[in-house]
């Protein structure tokens, strides 16, 4: 039987990776594939091969996730060369690794800079993964998010404060 990494690498070159395709091979939070995952992800972000990171983070979702990912999502959010930066920042909301706190926050400043009426679905899931960690520090950087001058990001931020019962004054 061909092994998983191959498989993945075979789906993504086909066409856009379908979390049921990849469901037929990886066991649901088996947490069986995490470092083979790691290496497949590293290998899509030095190729910048947007196909292969995007079926390597629904195979991770689907093996289970955990903080050993953390280091690299967090790499992952920060760059550009890709189409999944949204659905890192929801990994990096489930997983609540205090280690993501500086990079969740920095991405949601850029995002801010990016959009002035528009939405801002980067900044959002950023903040709303701060919240989900729910600690001294990502409360601090929600509340310096909540004074922003971007009326949409701190709207968010003030809003993720509120439904943490940790108002901002």
Known sequence: MMNVALQLKEIAKI???????????????????????????????FQKNDLLLECSLIASETDGLNNKYTDLFCKL??????????DIAEYLEELKDINSIDTLFSVALLDESK??????????????????????KSLKKLQMLATSRNPLLKEAAVAELKKLNNSFE
């Open 15 to 45: 066409n856009r990776p379908l979390a049921p395709d990849i469901k037929l091979i990886i066991p649901c939070r088996k947490h069986q594939y995490t470092d083979s995952l790691i290496e497949l992800i590293n290998e899509a972000r």
């Open 77 to 86: 959010l920060e760059e550009n060369w890709h189409s999944s930066q949204e």
């Open 115 to 136: 959009y002035d009426d528009e939405p801002i679905p980067l900044a959002k899931k950023c903040i709303w993964a701060l919240g989900a960690i729910n600690d001294k």
